[in-house]
């Protein structure tokens, strides 16, 4: 099988595909970052996962319709990324 037959199964308001290879668990997602590489997802397993940048703009989006209690470290990356790409 292949990931997108496995995607198309998981529930996707609890998981959500970051990579042509990646699916992650959002409530493992403790931090996005933006590297050199690419945006980055920091798991709380302590994995770091790149983002594909095709998929950024809808891995974000998906991120911020999270309840708000697990979004704390989320909105703080999100408003360093604003500022970095601002100015």
Do not use: M
Request: hydrophobic share 35%.
């Amino acid at each position: 099988y292949t990931i997108k037959h496995y995607e198309l199964r998981l529930p996707s308001n609890q998981f959500i595909r970051i990579h042509q290879n990646c699916v992650v668990n959002r409530a493992f997602v403790q931090k996005i970052q933006l590297t050199h590489k690419g945006p980055q997802i920091n798991l709380s397993t302590g994995e770091r996962v790149i983002i594909s940048r095709r998929r950024w703009p809808a891995v974000k989006q998906a991120l911020l319709t999270e309840p708000v209690h697990s979004l704390v470290d989320l909105t703080k990356s999100l408003s360093l990324l604003r500022r970095k790409f601002s100015g």
